[in-house]
């Protein structure tokens, strides 16, 4: 959830790049940041409380300069997030200094015993075990204090570890939690995420758990725990930097609610076989005998994925006839496993890094379920975790509230409703007609887009208002929960999405006539159902805003506020219906000042459980 970066070279200021690393990774933690350089006369170390631009700040006042030096942005586990507990971390004597994700699961008991061999601490983090381990391992090179000290550890890790004894050295370790090195030329970078050093390489090397690397200007290594080196590929990455800046707009969130006609057509891409009406998916790596075998399917995810799965049960339902369960991974991973090789188990992660999707991911393979994933970052631990899956392709979502994923997460349940169908139920007639209504999406998606000046004004009338209720049903229930998702996380306006019709065994007692109630209400078989709902809190005096689509005519009258996106099929529809809700979240939240990308408590990859 925190970020790290690291930079070996020599040519040129290491703070500079690390900065510039901290800002790119800020949307993965941003309570507080810090960075220490060693430039041949030991380490400089300044942590702050607060934003990377406070840091910077400080920098700026006071500069540091180093040859080489690591980073981190921090999202707080253990300990507050004051200046104290921000890292970087130094052992007793100020020669070692360690960031660190991840956490320690036998902090307590290292502390204790650290202590007791006199070492002080002076945080209350869990990481700062880490140095002091470092301080006291033997060895004579770092990256043999490294291993011998990760050999006590119990718990995850993505580390960087420098010492004021050897001038152009990092050692990085990896368990758990996400580390890749950049390999420039002449200079090497650490990152636990490509954005990170994206201005400076494309060549990365992804970690493998168990890693430990060892970088200098000459070179890297990589060892396993046993000191023995192992050999990595050098993987490209395929996104520009522009991928991962504003270019002109306020917002990260609303830069990547507008690319959506762009990520949706990327998902899509080459993936759509007109002349037979299905999908290519070579990247399933399902033969025929497993597509044979599969009797169910068990869809693990966190969030937004989570709703994006609701989306694909009645998907997967409709066009593949096999009968999903859709699992909140933090519990499924804790309860009897049931599945085997009968049961396709999908993993849907935007990240690929979510602690408990990893491991509802690891319980699945262990009770013998065959496992694929639907991921948008490409070397994920996620998407190294599953033999074979989709990848998103939809580029790098920065905005800590998820948009685009989420699109092009059904777009590529889509695609495999329309893969699996087709060596089932569907006929090529009837997949050959839902190919083309897949491939007008993009154009369509424009279309729902061309409603931001309509859904601007109405954020203006909604934006006082202290609760809201999101209704839908069918394969837009889940569209009503991700609606009211979007509000609550980047407003902070209570939100509550209900099928519509469970409404009336409850929540209904919350409507009056402060009460704004969004109804999803495309065309549907399930369309005339909604609006008997919408009755029903029109007659309780509920202000009604309808998500509808094209040709729906008025609603009989009961919406005060209609959104209308063009009509498509309703399995399509949420991929539509979900951007005015997107656009209304974003506009409310702008409206009560909040910090839309980054908002309080949360971080973008939750890789602890
Ligand atoms: C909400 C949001 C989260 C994520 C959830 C899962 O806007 O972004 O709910 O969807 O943390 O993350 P991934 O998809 O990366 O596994």
Redesign the pocket.
């Known amino acids: 959830m925190c970020g790290i970066v690291g930079y070996v070279g020599g040519q040129r200021d290491a703070t500079p790049v690390l900065l510039e690393g901290l800002r790119r990774l800020e949307y993965r933690g941003y309570d507080s940041a810090g960075i220490a350089v060693q430039n041949g006369r030991g380490l400089t170390t300044r942590k702050l409380a607060g934003r990377v631009q406070a840091l910077a700040d400080s920098l700026e006042a006071l500069p540091v300069h180093g040859e080489s030096g690591i980073a981190h942005t921090r999202w707080a586990t253990h300990g507050a997030p004051n200046d104290r507990n921000a890292h970087p971390h130094l052992d007793c004597t100020g020669r070692f200094a360690v960031v660190h994700n991840g956490i320690i699961e036998n902090a307590d008991a290292l502390r204790t015993l650290l202590e007791r061999s006199g070492h002080r601490f002076t945080t209350e983090t869990d990481s700062e075990v880490l140095a002091h381990l470092v301080e006291e391992a033997p060895g004579t090179t770092l990256e043999a204090k490294v291993l011998a000290s990760l050999a006590h550890v119990q718990g995850t890790y993505g580390l960087v570890v420098i010492s004021a004894q050897e001038r152009h050295k990092l050692v990085v370790a990896r368990r758990g939690s996400p580390v890749l090195l950049g390999i420039g030329d002449g200079e090497y970078l650490v990152a636990s995420d490509a954005s990170a050093i994206l201005g400076h390489t494309r060549s990365v090397v992804y970690l493998n758990d168990g890693d430990v690397a060892v970088l200098t200007p000459d070179g890297y290594h990589v060892l396993d725990a046993e000191a023995r080196v192992q050999v990595r590929a050098v993987d490209r990455i395929d996104w520009d930097v522009e991928a991962i800046e504003l270019g002109g707009y306020p917002h990260f969130m609303l830069k990547e609610i507008c690319e959506q006609p762009e990520t949706v057509c990327s998902t899509l891409r080459g993936r759509l076989l007109s002349a037979d009406g299905t999908a290519r998916l070579n990247g399933l790596h399902l033969t025929a005998e497993d597509r044979a075998a599969i009797r169910r399917i068990t869809i693990v995810?966190?969030?937004?994925?989570?709703?994006a799965g609701l989306v694909g049960r009645e998907i997967l339902e409709e066009l593949a006839g096999i009968p999903v369960q859709v699992e909140y991974a933090s519990e499924y991973r804790y309860r009897p496993q049931l599945e085997g090789p009968a049961t396709l188990t999908l993993a849907?992660?935007?990240?690929?890094?979510?602690a408990d999707?990893l491991e509802a991911i690891r319980a699945a393979q262990a009770a013998g379920s065959c496992v694929r994933g639907i991921v948008?970052?490409v070397g994920s631990t996620?998407a190294r975790q599953c033999p074979g899956g989709i990848y998103l392709h939809a580029g790098p979502e920065i905005g800590?509230?998820?948009?685009k994923?989420?699109t092009s997460q059904i777009a590529a349940l889509v695609l495999l409703g329309l893969y699996l169908g087709r060596h089932g139920k569907l006929s090529r007639a009837a997949g050959q007609d839902l190919v083309t209504r897949i491939a007008a999406l993009p154009d369509l998606v424009r279309c729902a887009l061309a409603l931001e000046p309509q859904v601007r004004a109405l954020a203006q009338e909604l934006s006082g208002a202290q609760n809201f209720l999101y209704l839908g049903r069918g394969v837009n229930f889940p569209v009503a929960l991700e609606g009211a998702?979007?509000l609550k996380?980047i407003s902070y306006i209570h939100a509550e999405g209900y099928p519509a019709a469970e409404m009336k065994h409850g929540p209904i007692a919350l409507v009056d006539e402060r009460m704004p109630v969004v109804f999803v209400a495309p065309g549907g078989h399930v369309y005339e159902k909604v609006l008997s709902n919408m009755q029903e809190v029109k007659a309780r005096g509920g202000r009604i805003i309808a998500i509808t689509s094209e040709g729906n005519g008025d609603l009989h009258g009961l919406a005060d506020y209609q959104l209308r996106v063009p009509s498509c099929p309703e399995i399509l529809s949420p991929i539509l219906t979900v951007i005015p809700l997107q656009l209304l979240a974003y506009h409310i939240a702008v409206l009560r000042g909040c910090d839309v990308d980054r908002p309080r408590n949360?971080a973008?990859?939750?890789t602890v459980e």
């Open positions: 995810a966190c969030g937004t994925s989570w709703h849907i992660s935007q990240s690929g890094e979510t999707t948008n970052v996620i800590v509230a998820s948009t994923a989420f998702l979007k996380e949360l973008k990859s939750v």
